[in-house]
């Protein structure tokens, strides 16, 4: 009894001990894994921070690019074109452009009543007979025909008369005359009405 007994004893010792051992083994490759997991950490940490750094170093020399280019820009080149410059200078050639047009359809209106009146050999038109009453007017910067006759109506009222100088009768005086073209210093016959 005693034997069973003993013997009873040493195999629940072995095992009780057997499945520690196991436990112990378990233990120690556990720990191997985590030592192993925990140095990968530690060098994908290392690997991080490298990176980290290096971007940190980037990010200063880039803040310090603009910080450069912003002094650039604050101080405007005088030769550097704007675009209110380009704006105002499309406008311009487009006045340009628009004056171009209607001088060239002025001139060849004018081309044209030229050809009319040279091609078909008809003279040019004569000058009605002058009455001997009437006046003789050198038209000055700014004048037009419409002025020029309303001072002389003006002239005329303020000495009594009745009648008015019209613009047929100017232009019927002066048949070369142009209303629209006319020159300083270009002399204009103007009829006394009365």
């Known amino acids: 009894m005693k034997r069973l007994l003993l013997l009873g004893l040493v195999l629940g010792v072995s095992l009780l001990v057997g499945p520690a051992t196991i436990v112990a083994q378990g233990a120690s490759l556990e720990t191997r894994a985590l030592r192993e997991d925990y140095r990968r950490l530690q060098s994908q940490l290392a690997d991080l921070l490298e990176a980290h750094n290096a971007l940190k170093s980037e990010l200063s020399k880039l ?51 030229f050809l009319r009146t040279g091609a078909t050999g008809a003279k040019p038109p004569t000058a009605a007979p002058r009455s001997e009453k009437g006046f003789n007017h050198i038209v000055e910067g700014g004048q037009t025909i419409s002025a020029i006759i309303a001072a002389y109506n003006t002239k005329l009222k303020e000495q009594g008369a009745n009648k008015r100088i019209t613009l047929k009768s100017v232009l019927d005086a002066n048949p070369n005359l142009n209303p629209r073209t006319m020159r300083i210093g270009q002399s204009l016959f103007i009829p006394d009405p009365r």
């Open 63 to 113: 803040r310090t690019e603009v910080r450069q280019l912003r002094t650039q820009a604050a101080t405007k080149d005088p030769a550097a074109i704007t675009r209110s410059d380009l704006e105002g200078l499309a406008k311009s050639i487009r006045e340009v452009d628009r004056k171009r047009v209607q001088d060239k359809e002025l001139i060849l209106k004018e081309m044209q009543a």
